[in-house]
């Protein structure tokens, strides 16, 4: 299983990003895949996430500005790509993200729920 993010970089407060994942070889039709991210000195936290039946849950403080979905593999139930569109972003904001996945229900539960990570992308918002 490999997951592999882009889209990190560096952007004024109020700018977007759009965060991109790409999953290979988790042949899972019941699944949960999502974003987490990890500012220094903090611990990891859930951003967001979404499981096979394209049902989101967003971290509270996030949920309006950060917007999760996925593409699946083609004719398949598994996922593929996993994407974050991040607006008005905040300098708090500013974290390294990565992407995850796990059993369905690792949604709702804890970053140690999930299975597989990739290895982050930096994001850095400058005020």
């Known amino acids: 299983v490999q997951l592999v993010e882009s889209g990190g970089g560096s952007v004024q407060a109020g700018g977007s990003l759009r965060l991109s994942c790409e999953v290979s070889?988790?042949?899972?039709?019941?699944?949960?895949v999502g974003w987490f991210r990890q500012a220094p000195g903090k611990e990891r936290e859930e951003v967001a996430t979404?499981?096979?039946?394209?049902?989101?849950?967003?971290?509270?403080?996030l949920q309006g500005r950060f917007i999760i979905s996925q593409d699946k593999a083609k004719n398949t139930a598994y996922p593929k790509t996993l994407y974050l569109q991040m607006n008005a972003l905040k300098p708090e904001d500013s974290a390294t993200y990565y992407c995850?996945?796990?059993?369905?229900?690792?949604?709702?539960?804890?970053?140690?729920?999930?299975?597989?990570w990739g290895t982050g992308t930096l994001v850095t918002i400058s005020s």
């Open positions: 070889g988790y042949n899972y039709q019941l699944y949960c």
């Open positions: 995850a996945a796990g059993p369905s229900f690792a949604c709702g539960g804890s970053p140690g729920d999930m299975d597989y």
């Open positions: 979404i499981d096979n039946y394209d049902r989101t849950q967003y971290a509270r403080n």
